[in-house]
């Protein structure tokens, strides 16, 4: 009787690779997606070769973070058509060297308040734009270096701008200049009117102890102000009188005047003359009887003065 003998043959040898897969290194933001999918579908740079048959490729990849220098070790699996298999592994690391970019704001004018403060808050000066990097969303931070101005109140604040990516890369420092300014002009009250009197020898004195000062001087910055005034000064009716008209003014450190204010002061004479009246006398009628009282016969009044 006839009897049958099964033989099976079989492919039990793996695929043999004949270069393994390659490490990628790529920039942050740089293609990184593109680089990564390319990279997984030439299997790394692997090349597998197979006795029987082509072999199929896959791997294990997931996903990978975002980190500086992030990476994931990939492992590619050749596969032939009998299921023998064979594996080779690299990593795709994701590397951050690129430095931010941003503009600073532009330099700014403030101003002082009515306490002689002021407000350098982003809100009021200006924040950066442009703010950008391959990887990260930032946010710039500034460091503020203040210097007196030339007068009180006034302040060159020196705002220096940084930008660091969570990678460390530093983008260059950029600078603000923020003019603090003065510009509120100082206050005061000028004296009132007044009426002053010649003196014996028809002179007087219109200095300021006898005029009045100014009042209420006042300003938001700057101290120990003192106002000046210049006179004009016109004739009045009479002999004696004058009407001076005094414009007051007042300048802060920082230039800044006040209104101008006008104090009229009059001089007047209210000192009357003397004289001294002829001495009583007695005059004669004439051969009609009639007299002669003239200021030629009886006298004029002597010493007039004023």
Known sequence: ATQTQTITVTDNVAPVFTTPAANLVVECGNGTTDALQIWLNNHGGAVASDNCSDV???????????????????????????????????????????????????????????????????????????????????????????ADGQCAGSHIITRTWSLLDACGNAAATQTQTITVTDNIAPTFTAPADITIATTADCTYDATVAATGDVTNEADNCSTGLQATFADSIADGQCAGSHIITRTWSLVDACGNNAATQTQTITVTDNIVPTFTAPANIEIFTTADCTYDASIAITGDVTNEAD
Not at 68 to 95: K, L, M, Q, R, Y
Not at 106 to 112: H, L, M, R, Y
Not at 115 to 137: H, I, K, L, P, R
């Open 56 to 146: 199929t490729w896959s791997n294990n990849f997931n996903s990978i973070g975002n980190d500086c220098s992030a990476a994931v070790t990939v492992i590619f699996t050749a596969t032939d058509a009998c299921g023998n298999a064979s594996t080779s592994s690299a990593s795709f690391t994701i590397e951050d060297t690129t430095a931010p970019t941003f503009t600073a704001p532009a330099n700014i004018e403030i101003f002082t308040t009515a306490d002689c403060t002021y407000d350098a808050s982003v809100a009021v000066t200006g924040d950066v734009t442009n703010e950008a990097d391959n990887c990260a969303v930032l946010q710039a931070t500034f460091a503020d270096t203040v």
